[in-house]
């Protein structure tokens, strides 16, 4: 029997489920390519070391995952069969089947280019499955019990809310905001009060260490170095951890918008279930600092943060191919 694999293929990270092995590969998403012939220079961690680093005119690197969908087909698929290859290696007699999960959002043709994008880079049959479900089983809630759960995955491009009963979403609601926009409104703030450019690593850098969803009682500072855009000279700067607090409100606020969609939808039966359980929080996001706390003020609804959301919708991915014949309908086959 061939190889199967779950791809978490993300705008952020690309993450590999080996059934039998777990997950073998965590990747950034992104890929350098030489300017001058289009020919792939390197995928993933090597790639991402050289972004906002790189020389234009030979090379350029790109993210092929925008928003939680394809942004660049042919890069996407050359990524994908670089990833593929790896995790079965390049002289594998067979080829694998492959479980992919898109947004819950996402239309038919953006599905189809996920699905054609897999088979064309060495896919023997490629599956797709619903990103909140995918979550959902990869934080080990009981998706097959008639019984409402709300999962909330904060990825980076994208935020999926949806309630999930009988191995299927009854609710759901996607948007187009993740780590990306958090990252992007940390640097806009901090060129808009101190004039000074930071680059997207550093932005995400900022959140990671002194990001938060709610102020804090004990104020963290950092330095941030970046380029002034008056003098245009390297500078350094302190910034405090209330300020990101100020600077993320926004994106936070599509993130609330969107549960409370949710919620108001809810069919009463399962509205009584989320109250019971809570909420559960997947995907990169779930680790701002407050957040869990921040979704519990403001819905009135406990809200937890599952044991490894980074790795909740990847390893979903893979389950949902070990329990293949009970998740059948709920699956988009080729």
């Known amino acids: 029997m061939g190889k199967q694999l779950g791809i978490d293929l993300g705008t952020?990270?690309?993450?590999?489920?080996?059934?039998?092995?777990?997950?073998?590969?965590?990747?950034?998403?992104?890929?350098?390519?030489?300017?001058?012939?289009?020919?792939?220079?390197?995928v993933g961690l090597e790639a991402r070391n050289m972004l906002g680093r790189e020389p234009r005119e030979t090379i350029e690197v790109v993210r092929p995952m925008r928003d939680g969908v394809i942004a660049d087909y042919v890069v996407t698929q050359e990524m994908l069969r670089y990833f593929i290859n790896k995790a079965v290696g390049r002289f594998s007699l067979t080829r694998p089947d492959v479980?992919?999960?898109?947004p819950a959002g996402v239309t038919g043709v953006e599905r189809r280019a996920?699905?054609?994008?897999?088979?064309?880079?060495?896919?023997?049959?490629?599956?797709?499955?619903?990103?909140?479900?995918?979550?959902?089983i990869g934080a080990r809630v009981p998706v097959a019990d008639p019984s409402g759960n709300l999962i909330i995955d904060i990825g980076g491009g994208t935020t999926e809310v949806a309630v999930i009963s009988l191995n299927a979403c009854v609710v759901a609601k996607s948007i187009r905001v993740g780590g990306n926009k958090f990252d992007e409104a940390?640097?806009?703030?901090?060129?808009?009060?101190?004039?000074?450019?930071?680059?997207?690593?550093?932005?995400?850098?900022?959140?990671?260490?002194?990001?938060?969803?709610?102020?804090?009682?004990?104020?963290?500072?950092?330095?941030?170095?970046?380029?002034?855009?008056?003098?245009?000279?390297?500078?350094?700067?302190?910034?405090?951890?209330?300020?990101?607090?100020?600077?993320i409100t926004e994106p936070l606020e599509a993130v609330i918008g969107a549960v409370r969609a949710v919620l108001e939808e809810t069919p009463p039966e399962l509205s009584s279930d989320i109250i019971d359980k809570g909420m559960i929080l997947t995907g990169g996001g779930a680790l701002l600092r407050g957040l869990s706390d921040l979704l519990t003020e403001v819905t009135g609804v406990p809200c937890y943060v599952a044991d490894d959301p980074l790795s909740a919708v990847a390893i979903g991915t893979g389950l949902a191919l070990e329990y293949f014949d009970i998740l059948r309908d709920s699956l988009e086959e080729p």
Request: proline share 3%.
């Open 12 to 42: 952020a990270n690309v993450l590999v489920f080996v059934r039998g092995r777990g997950i073998v590969i965590n990747e950034p998403s992104v890929v350098a390519i030489s300017a001058r012939d289009g020919r792939v220079r390197a």
């Open 99 to 102: 479980m992919l999960c898109v």
């Open 114 to 136: 996920v699905r054609d994008a897999a088979l064309h880079a060495g896919a023997r049959r490629a599956y797709l499955i619903s990103e909140p479900l995918a979550a959902a």
């Open 186 to 247: 940390i640097a806009n703030y901090i060129k808009r009060k101190y004039n000074l450019r930071i680059g997207e690593r550093t932005a995400e850098e900022v959140k990671i260490a002194i990001g938060s969803a709610m102020p804090l009682d004990d104020d963290v500072v950092m330095e941030v170095r970046g380029r002034d855009e008056v003098a245009g000279l390297p500078r350094t700067i302190r910034i405090h951890g209330n300020e990101v607090v100020d600077a």
